[in-house]
């Protein structure tokens, strides 16, 4: 984290083209030449695990922590791989522009991977399935039967399944495994994949100079692979039913605070067992990133916990957690972990000590740097230190235009135009950002997408405490002029970043 660089956040379900959402096709390789081009080193998406309709196809809530996501896979990438004829993809026009469609895509790829599977039978493609197989089992195994029994039980929870399945009685799966074999298989077919276009994507990312920093949510969802397999790590009475849930108390997003419904960890579990799951978990997303971001960091010093029966986040109370000894282990089986801690919300002491003691570095948004603390506000631009990230905005913020538009009082915009010494109006204010973020001391600054396009609040990817609406947002294709990414260059290489 010592050289100077800036980079884009931009999920892989926003990019432009595509059947209904953006994938790792051309769209993704017009990205990352663009980034090269606009002279940014850094690509910084959200979690690429399976998304769910059921919950607004939110990249923070998945039914695993390891699996990726079958939307993503590229159509165009299956033809290269000789997977499928140019002539069975259908015409993109069919889906509209600017918003992710995404019932409407998973069927058409759906569909798709059911006609490369039967060419993958026939032997075609073959090379290193047997390898990604072999390499992922410790994941993959369990995650391809649990998606077969998630269709053989229509979709409902896992902890409702027959006493045997649920609790994972060996010979049940056993059974189930040779029950459902063509399914288990055909799973593990369209994993890798996603496997193999990621990291085609990345080594096209790697050789341009631009590192990619990925997302780790801290908790997994109670109907996911990861609790079904390992129940006593989480929180959890006989019938296997949370009995504390994760959230955050009231704060800037929501006066009641946020109620994720995540099972919390037993952390005396996880240290019995000296962390494995979590030392396999970030194994697992060190050889996928450059970079992780570890999402609400302070989970790892104190938690919020709430009563599995209590409809907000009120009533919650804070847990402290093992986390110097945690990260002692963490990093004592990767000493180099290029490790991001997401810093925001209620951020007390002992969160500080812990991140200093380890070197991590925290983020600073500069949407909240404009209250009436401007003079001592961490996020204002001349409170930051090196060994931070700075951020116009993150994808729970409203877009830069949109935050001054509809959020910002006649107070707070009078502190920005004073602090940028300029007038900052709505067509001025993403780019006004950016260059604070840009001239800012630390040592790397993610610009919001949505920002270098200066798009209004229209355009947010999620809103906090909401479940309607979020993880929609695209871009258009001619959004990405050669224009732009000179005016971005300029820019970045006057304030000395790459």
């Known amino acids: 984290m010592s050289a100077r660089r800036s980079g884009v956040l931009l999920p892989v379900t926003s990019l432009p083209q595509g059947w209904g959402v953006g994938d790792l096709g051309p769209s993704a390789y017009a990205f990352a030449d663009f980034l090269k081009n606009s002279g940014q080193g850094l690509w910084q998406i959200l979690p690429l695990n399976p998304t769910d309709p059921s919950y607004g196809n939110s990249p923070y809530h998945s039914i695993s922590s390891f699996a990726f996501n079958p939307l993503l896979i590229s159509p165009e990438g299956l033809v290269q791989d000789g997977l499928l004829?140019?002539?069975?993809?259908?015409?993109?026009?069919?889906?509209?522009?600017?918003?992710?469609?995404?019932?409407?895509?998973?069927?058409?790829?759906?569909?798709?991977?059911?006609?490369?599977?039967?060419?993958?039978?026939?032997?075609?493609?073959?090379?290193?399935?047997?390898?990604?197989?072999?390499?992922?089992?410790?994941?993959?195994?369990?995650f391809a039967l649990f998606i077969a029994l998630k269709s053989r039980f229509q979709g409902k929870p896992w902890n409702t399944w027959p006493v045997a399945l649920r609790d994972r009685d060996p010979e049940a799966l056993e059974e189930a495994r040779r029950e459902h074999e063509e399914a288990v298989e055909r799973t593990r077919f369209v994993q890798y994949l996603f496997f193999r276009q990621w990291q085609r994507l990345r080594s096209y990312c790697n050789e341009r100079g631009i590192g990619i920093m990925g997302d780790v949510p801290i908790y997994v969802v109670l109907d996911s692979v990861d609790v079904w397999v390992s129940p006593g790590l989480f929180k959890l009475d006989t019938d296997k039913r949370a009995t504390f849930v994760a959230g955050v108390p009231p704060d800037y997003f929501s006066e009641t605070g946020q109620r994720w419904g995540n099972p919390v960890y037993r952390w005396d579990r996880l240290a019995e067992q000296g962390y494995t799951w979590w030392v396999s978990r970030i194994r697992h997303n060190l050889a996928l990133y450059d970079q992780i971001r570890i999402d609400h960091f302070r989970g790892f010093v104190g938690y919020w916990e709430i009563p599995a029966e209590e409809p907000t986040a009120i009533n919650g109370r804070?847990?402290?957690?093992?986390?110097?000894?945690?990260?002692?282990?963490?990093?004592?089986?990767?000493?180099?972990?290029p490790i991001i801690a997401e810093?925001?919300?209620?951020?007390?002491?002992?969160?500080?000590?812990?991140m200093e003691q380890f070197g991590f570095p925290g983020m600073k948004v500069l949407v909240f740097a404009f209250g009436?603390?401007?003079?001592?506000?961490?996020?204002?631009?001349?409170?930051?230190?090196?060994?931070?990230?700075?951020?116009?905005?993150?994808?729970?913020?409203?877009?830069?235009?949109?935050?001054?538009?509809?959020?910002?009082?006649?107070?707070?915009?009078?502190r920005l135009q004073a602090y940028a010494g300029r007038e900052v109006t709505l067509d001025t204010v993403a780019w006004d950002l950016i260059r604070m973020a840009l001239g800012?001391?630390?040592?790397?600054?993610?610009?919001?997408?949505?920002?270098?396009?200066?798009?209004?609040?229209?355009?947010?990817?999620?809103?906090?405490a909401s479940s309607q609406g979020n993880w929609r947002w695209r871009m258009r294709p001619e959004q990405l002029t050669e224009a732009l990414a000179a005016r971005l260059r300029e820019i970045t290489e006057l304030y000395g970043r790459c």
């Open 343 to 354: 810093d925001l919300g209620v951020i007390t002491p002992d969160v500080r000590e812990v």
């Open 85 to 142: 004829e140019a002539g069975e993809l259908p015409g993109s026009s069919i889906l509209p522009e600017g918003r992710v469609a995404y019932r409407r895509a998973g069927a058409i790829k759906e569909a798709l991977f059911r006609s490369a599977y039967k060419r993958f039978q026939d032997g075609t493609g073959r090379e290193g399935y047997e390898t990604f197989c072999r390499e992922h089992a410790h994941w993959l195994d369990d």
């Open 440 to 464: 800012s001391v630390a040592n790397t600054s993610i610009l919001s997408m949505v920002d270098v396009l200066g798009l209004d609040g229209e355009h947010r990817m999620n809103r906090p």
């Open 372 to 414: 009436p603390d401007l003079p001592n506000n961490p996020y204002a631009p001349h409170n930051h230190e090196r060994n931070c990230v700075v951020y116009t905005g993150t994808h729970d913020n409203n877009t830069a235009r949109g935050w001054f538009e509809e959020e910002t009082t006649p107070e707070e915009r009078a």
């Open 318 to 337: 804070w847990v402290e957690a093992p986390a110097r000894e945690f990260f002692h282990c963490l990093l004592r089986e990767f000493p180099d972990a």
